[in-house]
């Protein structure tokens, strides 16, 4: 381990955020837009909340996470746009092209953030400033985009910088900066540090970065736990996490899917149909990252927003959409039989699977049914062939497929899936 | 769904461009290229793009690079 004090002090971090990312691209496939409050969104009933506000908009009090109807009474004169996931992921992607050219070390931290070690690299492109004055140009002539740029010897240096001129900002702050600049600083400002992590510390009278480097390490731990130990720790500026470049990025810990339904409903062949969907997603994610989980959560949002998640742990490690469905079920059964409150109209519902291991080293057990799933697998996989070449919508279950055209027919499909359910 | 319509376009150099399409009746004139980006159709290519047409409407059309069809998505879909 090198020494945190005189590593950090050693390496250049820049930080690059694009400004009001996700209204900035529709901005550019619309320029009616420019100029006007734009808030995307989810879609444009008032079930969602705001995604991204423009600059404009953000003017008017509307953030990201601002419900819909709340910013539709704000902003009335304002454009709301549906968001389109893949226009975004896409810009992001070929953003993070562009940074590798300037480092090898990116960390796609975000969909519209991403670190740069440039340690090495910043000499070439006539030090750190001007590395990111040419970054930000570059970005600006390929996409049309404006973003801002931190630069530091750490990430959290890095990040704060970033804020301090966006939009289209550049900035730096060094350990130098530390005490006149990044001290005083409210500590709402901190990277890690959210809303209500701020709010808390105002209660204690600590309002500033500086207050807080100040507050001993045992009394942030006892109100906040671990974190209290993290914010103390990123307080006075020092931060020796490395950036964490693409192909290193470690596997997930869990996967998870969720889905708002377009009504609530009570409905339960519909519901378990959506969890079935959601377990065919969770299982597909599952086998193309390589993994198997044995811990299934159900997570249920109810029509006033109260929210359950229950967990079920299994012997074995599972990938199979079928076995994710079965556990994820079997939640859902048990939750709703067992208190009224639970039998109400619901609004979402979520599956994922935890507790993670390599697929070679998950068994998914049970040599009983070995025929069955042997024929289940080769089903799977030629699925998944499918959907590898032809995209996820190419295959799907029967039972999801379009139920209104018949409804008695896709009904038995449903209850022979049941059958089987409960055959094993 | 999207509807198949017929596109003249110009590829050149590994980039496409769309120049003129078709749709309800009417050849548009493509003006103005606003953005384009990439989705997946499973291992195949789907480019899209968001144009200007000479009479000022905005279109979202897309090449799907395995059926080789363009496809209308939108007009003015933000309106
Ligand atoms: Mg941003």
């Known amino acids: 381990m090198p020494d945190p004090n005189c590593w950090t002090t050693e390496r250049v971090v820049l930080h690059v955020d694009m400004d009001a990312f996700f209204a900035s691209v529709e901005e550019l496939c619309d320029p009616a837009l420019v100029g006007r409050p734009v808030m995307v969104c989810g879609n444009r009933d008032t079930r969602t909340v705001v995604a991204a506000a423009n600059y404009q908009a953000r003017k008017y009090g509307i953030s990201a996470g601002t419900p819909l109807g709340i910013a539709k009474a704000k902003c009335p004169g304002g454009t709301f746009v549906e968001g389109d ?5 896409y810009a992001s992607l070929r953003m993070n092209d562009v940074c590798r050219q300037f480092s090898p070390v990116v960390e796609r931290y975000s969909i519209d953030e991403s670190f740069l070690d440039i340690t090495g690299t910043a000499k070439f492109f006539g030090g750190p400033l001007e590395t990111g004055r040419r970054l930000k140009q570059r970005i600006k002539n390929e996409f049309g985009l404006t973003v801002s740029v931190g630069i530091g010897p750490n990430k959290i240096l890095a990040k704060t910088a970033s804020k301090l001129e966006k939009p289209d900002g550049l900035a730096m702050l060094t350990e130098a900066d530390i005490p006149r600049r990044f001290h005083p600083m409210p500590v709402s400002e901190m990277f890690g540090i959210g809303d209500r992590t701020a709010e808390k510390l105002e209660k204690l009278g600590v309002e500033t970065i500086g207050e807080l480097a100040a507050v001993p390490p045992e009394v942030l731990g006892r109100i906040f736990g671990v974190v209290g130990r993290l914010i103390h720790a990123a307080a006075p500026g020092r931060d020796a996490s490395p ?76 990938d199979r959409d079928k076995q994710i469905y079965d556990a994820a079920r079997a939640i859902f059964i048990c939750q709703r039989s067992k208190s009224p409150k639970y039998q109400v109209p619901i609004r979402l519902l979520g599956v994922s699977v935890s507790g993670l291991a390599d697929q070679q080293t998950g068994s998914q057990g049970s040599l009983l049914d070995r025929n069955y799933w042997s024929k289940y697998d080769g089903m799977i996989r030629a699925a998944d062939h499918i959907r590898d070449r032809y995209g996820e919508r190419a295959t799907t279950w029967a039972c999801l497929v379009r139920r209104a055209e018949n409804p008695r027919i896709l009904s038995r499909k449903m209850a022979g899936l049941n059958s089987e359910t409960r055959r094993n | 769904m ?41 291992s195949f290519p789907v480019h899209h793009f968001s144009v200007e047409t000479k009479d000022g409407n905005r ?12 496809a209308f998505d939108s007009a003015e879909p933000n309106v």
């Open chain 1, 85 to 89: 996931p893949e226009k975004y992921v």
């Open chain 2, 2 to 42: 999207s509807e198949t319509i017929d596109v003249i376009s110009v590829f050149r150099k590994k980039t496409i461009k769309p120049v003129r399409f078709r749709y309800a009746g009417k050849t548009h004139k493509i003006t103005k290229i606003l953005y384009t980006w990439v989705t997946r159709e499973g």
């Open chain 1, 243 to 318: 950036i964490i470049a693409e192909a290193e990025t470690p596997p997930p810990k869990s996967v998870g899917n969720s889905y708002t339904l377009l009504r609530d409903s009570n409905d339960e062949d519909h519901l378990l149909r959506v969890l079935l969907g959601l377990a065919s997603k969770v299982g597909r994610r599952l086998r193309e990252h390589g993994t198997r989980g044995r811990t299934v959560t159900l997570t249920i949002r109810f029509y006033d927003f109260t929210t359950i998640a229950r967990a079920k742990s299994l012997p074995i490690h599972i």
């Open chain 2, 59 to 70: 279109f979202e059309i897309s090449l799907n690079s395995y059926t080789m069809n363009w």
